[in-house]
């Protein structure tokens, strides 16, 4: 197949978005032709290293007119496809580049379908479902994510296919003599980092460590937060790292304390390097991931209990699941197998299309 990734937003080269993406790309490539159209110039340009990406030259702002924008980047995207065709389908991470790339389909006069690969619960989309009603598919990041978009769309071919995570020469993190406590991903309210500061700091008379990876705004009131309550030498801040599971040699448990999760790629991370994971019991991806096998999950904003579990860690009185049962609790999510249901949800929602339209 020749398939066409459409991101219609300006990505920081850092998220969550560019891991799964480029997993994918990789795998797909291998036997498909594969090309990536990007909005913008990411910020960091790593993640693209390998990736055959072609940038719009056009700038567009969100500030202008919907209408208009949407005539522009769909204008944009039918010049760089023209010299694309044949293509086969049509495969967007938002729901602009879901309607751009419909209507640069109508710009070439070809028949290719469309399909949208969410990477935030549906509610984060509500304003935009007429856009998404123009896929002739979606697919599903986790369990939770694919019974909104039936129930949204129930019209559609709605298929799960999760987010890929990488076990070819990853290795297990050593399990530390005193409890190491590790969070990643972005400092930004959402995130609640703030959560996990106060709920070690009833806990200070144990030996423990934070270590923190990652930056965002709430940088700065967090670090007031651990001065507020004397925790501010349990904790070492790393700051983003191109290579996070490199960053922290030692790892008890890796944290993460997320109002809203559509997938939780980072749990999946930690466990297939066999770090048990202690998460809230948000919508939508860590109930589906965490288990008594590999970890434990809190009720959201539950405080009093995330403290209990991390109390139990430290005193040794809850056993930790060992690294091979972490690894073996997300075999199923490893990009070889994602892949291959990524690859078989295209294919059926092209040739349902191409039924519909005989």
Request: glycine residues 6%.
């Amino acid at each position: 197949m020749n398939i066409i990734f459409v991101v219609d937003i300006l990505l920081s080269g850092r998220g969550g978005m560019e891991t799964a993406l480029s997993l994918i790309y990789h795998e797909l490539k291998q036997r498909h032709n594969v090309i990536v159209i990007l909005k913008g110039k990411s910020e960091d340009s790593t993640w693209e290293e390998g990736i055959n990406a072609r940038v719009l030259s056009q700038k567009m702002s969100d500030l202008i007119p919907r209408n208009v924008l949407l005539n522009i980047y769909s204008a944009a995207l039918a010049n760089v496809m023209k010299d694309l065709l044949p293509m086969d389908i049509i495969v967007s991470t938002g729901p602009t580049g879901v309607k751009a790339a419909s209507m640069a389909v109508e710009r070439l006069n070809v028949q290719v379908p469309v399909v949208s690969w969410l990477h935030f619960n549906l509610d984060f989309y509500y304003r935009f479902f007429e856009d998404l009603r123009a896929a002739d598919g979606h697919l599903a990041i986790s369990e939770g994510n694919l019974k909104d978009l039936q129930c949204v769309f129930p019209e559609k071919q709605n298929k799960l296919v999760y987010n890929p995570v990488k076990f070819d020469n990853v290795t297990y993190v050593t399990r530390p003599s005193h409890p190491v406590f590790l969070y990643v991903g972005r400092l930004a309210e959402v995130k609640n980092v703030d959560h996990i500061i106060k709920a070690l700091s009833p806990l200070q008379k144990n030996h423990f460590e934070l270590h923190i990876i990652g930056d965002g705004k709430e940088y700065e009131p967090l670090l007031e937060l651990s001065h507020q309550l004397g925790i501010q030498e349990r904790i070492i801040w790393h700051g983003w790292q191109q290579k996070p599971w490199d960053t922290v040699p030692c790892v008890t448990s890796l944290l993460l304390t997320s109002d809203t999760e559509p997938f939780g790629l980072v749990l999946i991370e930690a466990l297939s390097r066999g770090i048990p994971v202690v998460s809230s019991n948000c919508k939508y991806g860590p109930r589906e991931i965490v288990n008594s096998s590999n970890g434990w999950l809190y009720e959201p904003n539950d405080l009093e209990q995330l403290t209990s579990i991390l109390g139990r860690i430290m005193d040794s009185g809850q056993p930790s699941p060992s690294p091979e049962a972490c690894r073996e609790s997300v075999r199923k999510y490893a990009v070889q197998s994602i892949a291959e249901q990524f690859e078989q949800a295209l294919l059926d929602i092209a040739m349902k299309r191409a039924i519909q339209h005989e």
